[in-house]
């Protein structure tokens, strides 16, 4: 089947240092890649995304690349802060039609002062 | 946070007994989904609804079915409890399906 695969799976950081998270994707039709930020006992919140027509997208601190050939799209957080400590989550279209979403199994982002 | 309710909130139940989990919207979107996220394997999709009676298999769909009668309701049942349903449960909805999803605050199911 389809699949996302998340790497690292931790990733312990001092604050200001910048931070990656990487993924793949399987499926070559997928076209769009969110990104989730889940505080602990918290409901998962987009951060960025990005269509496969655009090959990077930068908001502020965080920007996520994509390169279509490979199947990969990366997460990147430069100075980083306390306050960005939480588990990262990529993610990818997969169904024929486009509607629905594969997930990583996460990345836990420790980012000490 | 988008306009999406999970009752209940926090859940107990015994192998065996039928479980409802309800996913209420106010946004009128379209797309509703169900996850369960347990540690280790992210969010895995349940099952999603697509419009009103229309609902589709996700990866991990055995053991569980959906309904949905109405746009802002999408529910999900299991019909006899397994100790290995027991997850955090959350409900997404999006406008347009290839878009952004929004997620509910989640249900935390034990099953003894």
């Known amino acids: 089947g389809e699949n996302v695969e998340q790497h690292p799976s931790t990733l312990s950081v001092q604050e200001g240092d910048s931070a990656v998270i990487k993924c793949t994707y399987s499926d070559s039709a997928s076209n769009y890649f969110p990104w989730y930020k889940q505080e602990l006992g918290k409901r998962p919140q987009l951060i960025i995304d990005i269509r496969s027509n655009v090959g990077e997208k930068k908001d502020q601190r965080i920007a996520v690349t994509l390169n279509k050939t490979a199947k990969h799209f990366s997460l990147h957080i430069t100075e980083t802060q306390p306050e960005d400590s939480a588990v990262y989550f990529c993610?990818?279209?997969?169904?024929?039609?486009?509607?629905?979403?594969?997930f990583g199994k996460g990345t836990t982002l420790s980012v000490s002062s | 946070d988008a306009g999406i309710t999970q009752s209940p909130r926090h859940k107990v139940t015994e192998t065996g007994t039928p479980v409802t989990l309800r996913c209420h919207q106010t946004e009128n979107h379209r797309y509703m989904y169900w996850y369960r996220q347990d540690p280790g394997h992210g969010l895995r999709l349940i099952h999603y609804?697509?419009?009103?009676?229309?609902?589709d298999k996700g990866e991990v769909s055995d053991g569980y079915s959906v309904s949905r009668s109405k746009t802002e309701d999408f529910l999900l049942t299991l019909e006899s409890a397994t100790s290995s349903q027991t997850s955090v449960y959350f409900c997404a909805i999006s406008e347009t399906g290839g878009e952004t999803q929004y997620f509910g605050p989640g249900t935390r199911l034990l099953v003894l």
């Open positions: 993610a990818a279209t997969f169904n024929q039609a486009g509607t629905a979403l594969i």
């Open positions: 609804s697509y419009g009103v009676k229309d609902t």
